[in-house]
Each structure stands twice: as structure tokens, then as C-alpha cells.
């Protein structure tokens, strides 16, 4: 189980607080019946938090202030994180009082965030980017021991993001409240901490809290809004759907061929938790998230039943994904979905993919493979099946 976090929320005095925590870190350690037209599967990789893009604050600069900023942005550009989070300490501890200053801290606490998932193996948490995440959340409270800072809402929205990576997502939900509560009418992180709550409420298996953020995203920030952002957007709108089957029971796999494995169905698999997983021979973000996918299954072996699902696009053949899975490290069962009839049935056009279902057979949760989180697994492992889902 994933490592949480555990901050103080003291504050001391600037400068003593960034010279105590620069490099200290932890030792490393719906059903279609008819005949329907071909599927258009797409490729694609959803990465669970993007960075956010700096919001300059408008002020008066200190004479040398620009060209250190430039730097520390141009280091941030190389991916040299903590060659730039130590730059933007320097000007946060020059500027403690004023809006650059503060800024300056919020760069730092991001760069901070960024080496902490650089540091993560196959998607996972190490003891280095558990040390690195903390780091950046000390960032992001110094900046929120004001709360009028023209800054405080981004580090807010960051405190969930960096709570997220984490793996405690009771905290990015507590989190990402306290961003949209706090600043409510923020022209970019309202709408912003309401998509990530969803998100992390998905994950918690929280259903009715999750679709009642999506429904108020899509009514509130849509399109001919201000703020309205085409991407994010469809990307609510494509959850609020799979939401739709969040409860109601798994449809069958409507396959009689399987590539590898011994064939089965969702009946036989009644009483366990199962992980639909659907990827492609063809598809460059499936093999980036392999090493993931594998590891996942890995650590849960022997409790999660998982089942590979491809389907006949693109040239792929019964022959070449039989002889193609063994060279890539694939063990599990895997069927072949002639028609993508299985894909239609679960809306699984955008891969890699991946469906949980509960030991009493209904879909609880769906999205990018990449997105998957250990704890949502865990959850369904320990959950009674007898209690009501999505409270």
C-alpha cells in the first residue's frame, strides 16, 4: 500500500525553513447488437495531473530579479528541477514580502513536485519521491500562511495535486475542497479542483459525490463560459458517461477466441475482483504504460483477476498477438474481441484501458490505464459486497 504522507502545517521564519529543506530525502530504498460499423480505437495517454503552467504576477522587479527569473525558467524548461527549485528558493528568499517572492515560492514547490515524480519507478512511489513530494508541500504552506496572496489559490490546488502523486487520496480530496471552497470564483483553479476532486472521488470509489462534480463542471464551466477548456471538457463529459455504469452489472465478454489463457467469463469469476485490460500491438502509449501495468499486476497477483482484451484492428492477427505477447512479458488471459463487441459494450475506444469490477459483478471504475491507483484495488479487495456502492 502506497506510503502517505505526513506534514506539519507550522510555519517558521523563510529563510531558515529553505535551507533546512533543499536536498534532505528519505534513503532510497452501451451494447451494440446490430452489425455496426468499425470502431475507431484510439491510441492515447491520459496523464493523471499535468503541471500547471506558471501565472505571472504583474509587479515592480527588483533590478536583477528578471534575469534570475529567466534562468530558473530556463533550468524548469531542461527538466533540471532542482537546479530551478534551488533558483527559486534564492528569489523567495530575497523578495520573502513581495508577490514575486511568493510566486517564486510556488515555481520552487512545483519543481519540487515535478522531481518527485521523476523520481517514481513504473509509476509507483519511492522513498525518494515520497521525501521530494513533502519538500514541495512545505513550499506550498509557506505560501499559504497567506491567504491573500495573489498566489495562494495555485498552491492550494497544488497541495492536492502533490497529495495525489502521493497516493493519499482521502488528502487530494480534502485538498482539492479546500481549493474550490477557498477561492470559489478563481478564474482557472475553481474549475480545475472540481475536474481533480472527480477524479480522486472516482478512485475512492465515491460514485454519487464524483457524478454530482461532473454534473456541476459541465453546467458551470461549459461551452461559451470564459474559462471554458475544450480538452478538460470533453474529458468530464467522456467520465460523466462511464459513470453511467458505475453499479450496474459488468457486460459479458462476448468472445469465443482467446489468444492466451484458458477462456472464461465474467459469471465464472463471480465472488472476485476482476481488471479488464484493454491495449493494441499497435499502440505506443500501451507499451509506454506496460511497465506499469505489469507492476500493478504484479503486486496484486493472486487477489485481482485480470484479462487482456484486444481486438482485430489495424492488421492485428490471432497469430502475431499470440506470438507478440510472450515477448513483452504478458502472462495474463487474453481474449480476442473480433468486432470489438466487448469494447462497444464497456465504451473502450481510447487505449490503453481499464475496467474494475466488483466481486458481485458491476463495473466500479473506468479510465486510462496509467490512471489506476492502488488503492482503488485495495478497496475493492476489502469491500463488503453486501454494502451499497458509491456513497
Not at 477466441?257 to 476482476?274: F, I, K, R, Y
Request: glycine share 6%.
Amino acid at each position: 500500500m502506497r506510503m502517505p504522507l505526513l506534514i506539519g502545517h507550522a510555519f517558521c521564519a523563510l529563510a531558515p525553513l529553505l535551507a533546512a529543506c533543499t536536498e534532505a530525502t528519505a534513503p532510497t530504498s452501451t451494447v451494440v447488437t446490430a452489425a455496426p460499423a468499425a470502431l475507431e480505437t484510439e491510441c492515447t495517454d491520459t496523464p493523471a495531473e499535468p503541471e500547471p503552467m506558471p501565472e505571472p504576477v504583474q509587479q515592480a522587479p527588483a533590478a536583477n530579479s528578471d534575469a534570475d527569473w529567466n534562468a530558473a525558467m530556463a533550468l524548469k524548461g531542461k527538466s533540471d528541477y532542482e537546479g530551478a527549485r534551488k533558483l527559486f528558493d534564492a528569489i523567495a528568499a530575497k523578495m520573502p514580502d513581495s508577490p514575486r517572492g511568493q510566486e517564486a515560492l510556488v515555481e520552487a514547490g512545483v519543481c519540487q513536485f515535478s522531481h518527485g515524480r521523476s523520481k517514481m519507478k513504473a509509476g509507483f512511489n519511492t522513498p525518494d519521491s515520497l521525501a521530494a513530494f513533502q519538500v514541495a508541500l512545505q513550499r506550498f504552506d509557506l505560501v499559504l500562511a497567506n491567504k491573500q496572496s495573489p498566489v495562494a489559490s495555485r498552491a492550494q490546488y497544488m497541495r492536492g495535486s502533490v497529495q495525489l502523486f502521493a497516493g493519499d487520496l482521502s488528502a487530494a480530496e480534502r485538498e482539492y475542497t479546500l481549493s474550490y471552497e477557498g477561492w470559489p470564483n478563481d478564474a482557472k483553479y475553481a474549475q480545475k479542483s472540481i475536474e481533480r476532486r472527480s477524479f480522486v472521488r472516482r478512485h475512492l470509489l465515491k460514485t454519487d459525490a464524483a457524478i454530482a462534480d461532473l454534473d456541476f463542471y459541465l453546467k458551470t464551466w461549459g461551452r461559451g463560459t470564459k474559462t471554458f477548456d475544450e480538452k478538460e471538457w470533453t474529458s468530464v463529459q467522456t467520465h460523466r458517461g462511464f459513470a453511467a455504469f458505475y453499479g450496474k452489472p459488468a457486460p459479458a465478454l462476448q468472445s469465443t477466441v482467446w489468444v492466451q489463457g484458458q477462456a472464461t467469463s465474467l459469471a465464472q469469476l463471480q465472488g472476485e475482483v476482476v481488471l479488464l485490460y484493454f491495449f493494441a500491438t499497435w499502440c505506443d502509449n500501451c507499451e509506454r504504460a506496460r511497465p506499469q501495468v505489469q507492476e500493478l499486476l504484479r503486486r496484486h497477483a493472486g487477489n485481482l483477476r485480470a484479462i487482456g482484451v484486444i481486438d482485430d484492428q489495424r492488421g492485428q492477427t490471432l497469430d502475431m498477438v499470440r506470438a507478440w505477447l510472450p515477448t513483452k512479458g504478458f502472462t495474463l488471459p487474453v481474449m480476442y474481441d473480433v468486432g470489438q463487441v466487448t469494447m462497444r459494450a464497456y465504451q473502450a475506444n481510447r487505449i490503453p484501458d481499464m475496467i474494475l469490477i466488483d466481486r458481485l459483478g458491476r463495473v466500479r471504475w473506468h479510465d486510462n490505464a496509467s490512471n489506476l491507483q492502488d488503492a482503488t484495488i485495495e478497496a475493492l479487495l476489502v469491500e463488503d459486497p453486501a454494502a451499497g456502492t458509491g456513497k
